[in-house]
């Protein structure tokens, strides 16, 4: 990714953060991630998006502490740029 992406990325974990402690707890990170397949042009039920959400948290939790920190948010956005189309 190149230094723009990266910022982009660091703006968009800070804005889910909502509680500033620097990790996106579960709501957050359902929040932030509803938000990104709605700008993928996809309307999805919210049931569906926590569905993906807890996928998503057991695929890219490394540490498997149930929250994503931002080294896991990085390779997430990664993957729904090169695998989604995500734009950034």
Partial sequence: MNTEQQKKIKE??????ENKNG???KSEFITGLNELIHSL?????SETVEK????????FDLNGNGIIEFNEFTELIKFLVEEKGLKL
Wanted: proline share 5%; no cysteine; glycine share 4%.
């Fill in 12 to 17: 968009l974990f800070d804005k889910y953060d």
């Fill in 23 to 25: 990790v996106l707890e």
């Fill in 41 to 45: 042009g996809d309307a999805m039920p």
């Fill in 52 to 59: 993906i959400s807890e996928e998503a948290i057991n695929n």
